[in-house]
């Protein structure tokens, strides 16, 4: 799925990264904790977050997420803005609820980066 | 495979927006060196994840980096408070942060379990009131 689709899907608005909407996504994830996204996505995701600072960019950074969607229509502070333009990241804002986001891209095929058989790992190695 | 590479970083405890800019230049040179993506993802987080502690709890420090062809080490050192109980810190969910570094999206006790799980070495040398140093390695040749 592109990016442009996830724009579509969520009906969003593209708050940066404008000409970066033809990138692929391969997964999802839907957090507002950044220490669980950094233990558990995979590549090329998106975050669905109601996170609106810099560290939710520089979350992304870190795990080589493309895009962010912000749930609710909250807006993203100018901090996150500058952060992203600067970094690459798309950040997009669509008036959808964390569940009712998740489940619209889930419905168009998306699934969790770190799904059932990570987890179960991750559970083994405690 | 790079050659004893050296890097030093002093990450400042004042501004929170600026938490993970060490990482993510670390992160730059480590693509430029050219780690495979796995390696390059997991002394990321196991750094980043570092340096937010840092910031929130020790009002930051230094990190050094050091890059041979076996292993990327990092020492993280700062004057903080220090960690009166390491074995409680580590467990998952344990945090001592404030409610504004919760709306950052940390302080959810995830920090330390998630270096120890990205690191193929991790130590912890820590005294309440004189600061804490975290040393982790991770093996190049492990994916």
Same mark, same amino acid.
Request: glycine share 10%.
């Given at each position: #799925?592109?990016?442009?689709? /996830? &724009?579509? $899907?969520?009906?969003?608005?593209?708050? =940066? @990264?404008?000409?970066? +909407?033809? !990138? %692929?996504?391969?997964?999802?994830?839907?957090?507002?904790?950044?220490?669980?996204?950094?233990?558990?996505?995979?590549?090329?995701?998106?975050?669905?977050?109601?996170?609106?600072?810099?560290?939710?960019?520089?979350?992304?950074?870190? #795990?080589?997420?493309?895009? /962010? &969607?912000? $749930?609710?229509?909250?807006?993203?502070? =100018? @901090?996150?803005?500058? +952060?992203? !333009? %600067?970094?690459?990241?798309?950040?997009?804002?669509?008036?959808?609820?964390?569940?009712?986001?998740?489940?619209?891209?889930?419905?168009?095929?998306?699934?969790?980066?770190?799904?059932?058989?990570?987890?179960?790992?991750?559970?083994?190695?405690? | 495979?790079?050659?004893?590479?050296?890097?030093?970083?002093?990450?400042?405890?004042?501004?929170?927006?600026?938490?993970?800019?060490?990482?993510?230049?670390?992160?730059?040179?480590?693509?430029?060196?050219?780690?495979?993506?796995?390696?390059?993802?997991?002394?990321?987080?196991?750094?980043?994840?570092?340096?937010?502690?840092?910031?929130?709890?020790?009002?930051?420090?230094?990190?050094?980096?050091?890059?041979?062809?076996?292993?990327?080490?990092?020492?993280?050192?700062?004057?903080?408070?220090?960690?009166?109980?390491?074995?409680?810190?580590?467990?998952?969910?344990?945090?001592?942060?404030?409610?504004?570094?919760?709306?950052?999206?940390?302080?959810?006790?995830?920090?330390?379990?998630?270096?120890?799980?990205?690191?193929?070495?991790?130590?912890?040398?820590?005294?309440?009131?004189?600061?804490?140093?975290?040393?982790?390695?991770?093996?190049?040749?492990?994916?």
């Amino acid at each position: #799925m592109t990016v442009a689709e /996830i &724009v579509k $899907v969520l009906d969003a608005k593209v708050i =940066s @990264g404008e000409d970066l +909407l033809d !990138r %692929d996504v391969h997964s999802a994830c839907g957090s507002d904790l950044m220490s669980d996204v950094l233990a558990f996505v995979k590549d090329q995701s998106v975050l669905v977050t109601g996170l609106t600072n810099a560290q939710a960019v520089r979350t992304a950074e870190m #795990m080589d997420i493309v895009c /962010i &969607v912000l $749930v609710r229509g909250k807006t993203a502070d =100018s @901090g996150m803005i500058d +952060l992203a !333009r %600067d970094r690459s990241v798309v950040v997009l804002q669509t008036e959808y609820s964390m569940f009712t986001a998740c489940g619209l891209l889930y419905e168009s095929g998306l699934r969790g980066g770190g799904g059932r058989a990570n987890a179960k790992k991750f559970k083994a190695a405690l | 495979m790079p050659k004893n590479l050296k890097l030093h970083y002093d990450i400042s405890g004042e501004d929170y927006t600026r938490a993970g800019e060490a990482s993510a230049q670390l992160k730059q040179v480590l693509r430029q060196l050219g780690l495979s993506s796995s390696i390059i993802r997991r002394v990321s987080i196991a750094m980043y994840e570092g340096e937010i502690n840092m910031v929130i709890h020790a009002n930051g420090g230094t990190i050094d980096v050091e890059i041979d062809s076996a292993c990327v080490s990092l020492i993280l050192k700062d004057t903080g408070p220090g960690i009166s109980e390491i074995d409680l810190a580590m467990k998952e969910g344990y945090s001592t942060a404030s409610e504004s570094v919760r709306s950052m999206g940390f302080g959810a006790g995830m920090g330390l379990p998630n270096m120890r799980k990205h690191s193929d070495y991790m130590k912890i040398d820590s005294t309440p009131g004189v600061g804490t140093t975290v040393y982790m390695k991770i093996a190049l040749g492990e994916e």
